[in-house]
């Protein structure tokens, strides 16, 4: 199945370079759980919620040229209090990027270790 890593700080400094690094590394141990699709949540000091998601591993999305951006403003220009990392395990529908977590419906986002199905109740 899926696997879910997370980092957060509430210091007045926010996410820097050393728990960047260590949550890199918790999600490329991670991909143990799953080698389908990648994905990461990044939420800032107001709750404003941005991600990024890709096929494969945790290398094509850390190292996609049009993911490169995002990757670089959570330790450089934004204050991030939250980073949650999702490794996809696909056990039904396809693998693509439409498919990897995060997922997003209205106001909500989410990951998730498991299977949904139409029936499913949260």
């Known amino acids: 199945m899926c696997g879910i890593v997370g980092i957060g700080d509430y210091s007045k400094q926010g996410i820097g370079y050393k728990e960047w690094d260590i949550f890199q590394q918790l999600l490329v141990a991670d991909s143990a759980r799953g080698?389908?699709?990648?994905?990461?949540?990044?939420?800032?000091?107001?709750?404003?919620?941005?991600?990024?998601k890709k096929t494969g591993n945790p290398f094509s999305l850390l190292y996609d040229k049009d993911v490169s951006k995002f990757l670089s403003l959570i330790v450089t220009k934004e204050f991030n209090r939250f980073l949650i990392g999702h490794n996809r395990y696909a056990t039904t529908g396809g693998v693509s990027n439409d498919s990897a977590h995060p997922f997003q419906s209205e106001h909500i986002h989410m990951v998730h270790n498991g299977t949904l199905t139409s029936g499913s109740t949260l």
């Not at 080698?35 to 990024?52: A, C, P, V």
């Open 35 to 52: 080698l389908d699709g990648t994905g990461i949540i990044k939420i800032d000091e107001d709750g404003k919620i941005d991600w990024r």
